[in-house]
């Protein structure tokens, strides 16, 4: 065996790369694993413009364009399901690899599809590839990522999906003035092109170190960590810490070893997640599972799979008008799903998430109204509710992206401990794609059956209750290190979450 373990015992700083250069490599490997997220924002955001011209080429119902438009999410629960064993057996890399290459084939067939089934087809093949991408893009990240900026690196892949709904938005824009049966096709079709880049990309990036730790491969995972760490000592610091939360003794420090009691292919730890957790588990699960139904079930994909649609409703009657307008949303969800990352390691996770919900609560009680006022004074034009319509949607999408957008998927990817993560986080995933399927696949009915008002006053209600969630359940991670953020859990008491808010600032402030 090499020596080069003993070193890692002791402070090595001669010829440390500068900081700068370290952070730019993390910086790099957050934005290559993220890439997938744009394919998959791509994918959410045509749709919303390409089913106005799928409906009427294929002589399409309500029932069955509601079913293709949330279905992918339903279909996703297979990548998402498969993802946390997948990444434990291949790698976290080539699983985003996988997630690539479903995206290509699913892109292609759902642009040379002729019927409703051949499409279906090709939503089922790339719903498997969101699966994947959802769950690995922000574990990858997250195991990569410095204490001192995990929250920033980590909300990539929410900023990169956001960015693919906005190109998706501006590609129906473009392609709306083909041909009505050529027009859709290359909305959906363009999207495989991404996914040859991203394959090509993602095998210069270095594997996950917390994974190769896992596999007893040391020497490895410390030449990522010196690279991703801001000094020497800090990677050092960090392979001793995961060492430990994997239960690798302190004297093992060579280069490859074999892992004691090695789970790292899946077994226990179901288990340990679900059968008998242990207090702290059990909560972090809470935490998870509850933050991502919040996410999904206070109705942001309706907005984004819809927004045409609820345009019309508002008042806004031609087809280039509702584009343009949801080419609007798509601006305005992206600046500020930006800044909401430059926030989230400045503030913390728990004050983003609680502002957050409470604007999408206001946001989405004013719209309900306004809807409301419009629905029931039919062929009159009050041009006051239609601006007030139109300045909630983006007020809502501006105040999600502000927090409950990007914090979900750092948060859900951060608090588990690292032999549970994988799997644990592809729980959050299946329940956050499930409930943005119930959404897709009901929002039309939801609308005739509640009226579109009351189903966003729906919406505003379970906000409501989310914030209650959040201020309740959530305690704060920020700048805590991964292998210690278990410790927070397990309490539900006020008192706790203050200690808690207090460590995490006091972490930061020293780094």
Not at 192 to 208: C, D, K, R, T
Not at 230 to 258: C, F, H, Q, W, Y
Not at 325 to 354: E, H, M, N, Q, S
Request: proline share 4%.
């Amino acid at each position: 065996m090499s020596s080069s373990g003993e070193e890692r015992g002791v402070v090595v700083a001669e010829s440390e790369p500068p900081r700068g250069n370290r952070s730019r490599f993390a910086f790099a490997c957050a934005i290559l694993a993220s890439m997938t997220s744009i394919i998959l924002g791509y994918d959410i955001g045509v749709m919303s413009g390409a089913a106005i011209f799928i409906k009427d080429d294929l002589k399409l119902s309500d029932v069955q364009l509601e079913i293709l438009m949330g279905i992918l999410n339903i279909y996703s629960l297979i990548g998402s399901g498969a993802a946390g064993r997948t990444s434990d057996w291949i790698g976290r890399r080539y699983t985003i690899v996988l997630a690539g290459f479903f995206f290509f084939c699913g892109a292609l067939l759902m642009g040379f599809a002729t019927n409703y089934p051949f499409i279906m087809v090709g939503r089922f093949v790339a719903g498997i590839g969101v699966g994947y991408a959802m769950m690995i893009a922000p574990v990858y990240t997250t195991e990569v990522a410095p204490a001192s900026s995990r929250g920033f690196l980590s909300s990539f892949p929410e900023i990169f999906i956001n960015i693919g709904i906005l190109l998706g938005y501006v590609s129906n824009y473009f392609f709306a003035k083909l041909p009505e049966h050529i027009g859709w096709r290359f909305m959906l079709g363009i999207g495989a092109v991404p996914s040859v880049f991203l394959a090509i990309g993602v095998l210069a990036m270095p594997e996950s170190p917390r994974w190769l730790v896992m596999q007893g491969r040391l020497g490895d995972a410390f030449k990522v960590l010196d690279k991703t760490s801001n000094t020497k000592e800090e990677a050092i610091s960090r392979l001793n810490d995961i060492k430990r939360a994997v239960g690798i003794p302190d004297d093992m420090t060579d280069d490859v070893i074999v892992v004691p009691n090695k789970k790292s292919a899946g077994k226990g730890v179901w288990k340990d997640l679900l059968v008998r957790p242990i207090p702290s588990v059990r909560h972090i699960l809470i935490a998870c599972l509850g933050i991502h139904f919040s996410q999904q079930a206070s109705g942001i994909d309706a907005v984004v799979l819809y927004s045409p649609t609820i345009f019309s409703r508002a008042g806004l009657k031609s087809k280039n008008d509702q584009l343009l307008a949801t080419v609007a949303v798509g601006v305005v969800k992206t600046l500020f799903i930006v800044v909401g990352t430059c926030l989230v390691d400045r503030f913390g996770r728990r004050a983003l998430l609680l502002t957050s919900m409470g604007g999408m609560f206001f946001s989405l009680t004013a719209l309900g109204t306004s809807l409301t006022v419009i629905d029931r004074n039919p062929g009159q034009t009050l041009k006051w509710a239609i601006g007030l319509a139109v300045t909630t949607v983006m007020t809502f999408v501006a105040t999600f992206s502000l927090g409950a957008g990007p914090v979900t998927w750092v948060y859900a990817s951060e608090i588990f401990p690292v032999r549970l993560r994988a799997q644990g986080a592809s729980l959050g995933v299946m329940l956050n794609r499930l409930m943005s399927g119930i959404i897709g696949m009901t929002f039309l009915s939801l609308s005739k059956g509640l009226t579109i008002g009351g189903t966003f006053l729906l919406f505003a209600g379970v906000a409501a209750a989310a914030w209650v969630f959040f201020f309740t359940f959530l305690p704060e991670t920020r700048g805590v290190p991964l292998e210690e953020i278990e410790s927070l859990f397990g309490s539900y008491s006020a008192n706790k979450k203050n200690n808690v808010m207090s460590k995490g600032k006091q972490v930061v402030d020293e780094q």
